[in-house]
Every structure is written in C-alpha cells, then in structure tokens.
C-alpha cells in the first residue's frame, strides 16, 4: 500500500518535473530561422492573432505587440509579409519601393534606414530569422559577407 503510494507520488512528481524542463526549453530557445519570401509573407497581419513579421536589410523581426501599425488595415501594414529596406529608407510606402532593393538610395536615405534599423526595429522588436536572401547568394551558396555575430539577439552558438 505504502509502495502503492510512494509510486503515485513519484509518477506524478515526475510528470510535474518534465512540464518545468519543458516550459524551460520553450522559454530558453527562441529558434532563429531563414525565411524564404513565400514563408515570409504568411506574417502579413492578415490573420487576426498570427505573429506579424517584417524584414528591413534581410534581418527578420517579430512586429507583432506594433499591430497598431502593421496589423490589417493600419498605416503600414503594406510593410509586412515582406522585406521593405527600400520602402523604410526613403519612407515610402509606394508599392514600387517595397522591395529589400537599395539600388540608387541616396547617402542621406540609407542613413535614415540605418538610424530606423538601430533606432525602431533592433531597440523595439524581436529578431526571429534572416531572409534566405540574405543568408544566401542567388546560387543557393552561404553568402560569405552575412555576420550573425553583429545583431545583438542573436545567438550565433545555437544556431550555427
Ligand atoms: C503623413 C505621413 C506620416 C505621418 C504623419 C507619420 C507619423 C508617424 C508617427 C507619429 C510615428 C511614431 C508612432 C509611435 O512611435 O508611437 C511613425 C512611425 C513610423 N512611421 Fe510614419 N508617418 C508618416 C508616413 C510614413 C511613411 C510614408 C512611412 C513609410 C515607410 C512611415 C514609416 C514609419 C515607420 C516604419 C514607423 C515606426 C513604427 C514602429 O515603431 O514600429 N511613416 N509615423
């Protein structure tokens, strides 16, 4: 009887143990992931309650506690789903400037989008992934220049 006993308690001691080490991991490990542009623009804001996501110079962050601007129907929603370098650095939101295309930016525009890079984006929100893009030359080859190691949250030991 007494071993009866001793055996529930443990079983369910157990049990309260591996939800502790799982609620553990969860919070822990913020996976960092590669997103290609079709994956990206699942994170439109166009479902109520998804996870909204933006990339600005190929470094995706989580935009989502900012759905007053991004969510469906608010101001900038046109940002989302999408990498918008070109469209932050000249503030445009003209569908031909929502591209990660910086081709013919002016000094003064890629200041602009470095300060709203540092300023908004790395200060504010979450980092969750980095657009293939980014990561990789058109030729599917790891892109030699991309340096994990510069953005602040993001923990090059666990995911390289
Ligand atoms: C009439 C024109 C505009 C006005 C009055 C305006 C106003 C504002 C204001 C007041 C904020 C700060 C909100 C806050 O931090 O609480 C803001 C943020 C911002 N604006 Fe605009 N804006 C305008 C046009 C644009 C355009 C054309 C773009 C195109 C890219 C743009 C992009 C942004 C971004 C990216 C932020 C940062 C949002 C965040 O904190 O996540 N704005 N704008």
């Known amino acids: 009887m007494a071993t009866a006993r001793s ?16 609620l553990i991991y969860k919070s822990s490990s913020k996976p960092v992931r590669l997103f290609t542009e ?30 007053e601007f991004y969510g469906k129907d608010a101001p900038y929603n046109a ?14 939101l003209d569908p031909s400037d929502l591209t990660s295309d910086t081709t013919g930016l002016s000094e003064e525009e890629l200041e602009s989008l470095e300060g709203v890079f540092e300023g908004t984006y790395k200060a504010k929100y979450p980092i969750v992934g980095y657009t293939a893009s980014r990561i990789l030359n058109e030729d599917g080859s790891p892109n030699k220049e991309f340096k994990p190691e510069e953005q ?4 090059v030991k666990e995911e390289f």
């Open 79 to 92: 940002l989302v789903g999408k990498d918008s370098t070109r469209a932050v650095a000249k503030m445009s």
């Open 38 to 67: 079709e994956e990206l623009r699942r994170f439109d804001g166009s479902q109520e309650g998804h996870p909204i996501y933006m990339a600005i110079k190929g470094v995706v962050f989580d935009v989502t506690k900012g759905k």
């Open 152 to 155: 602040p949250r993001f923990q």
């Open 7 to 22: 055996l529930l308690l443990l079983a369910v001691f157990s049990t309260a143990i591996a939800q502790d080490v799982k």
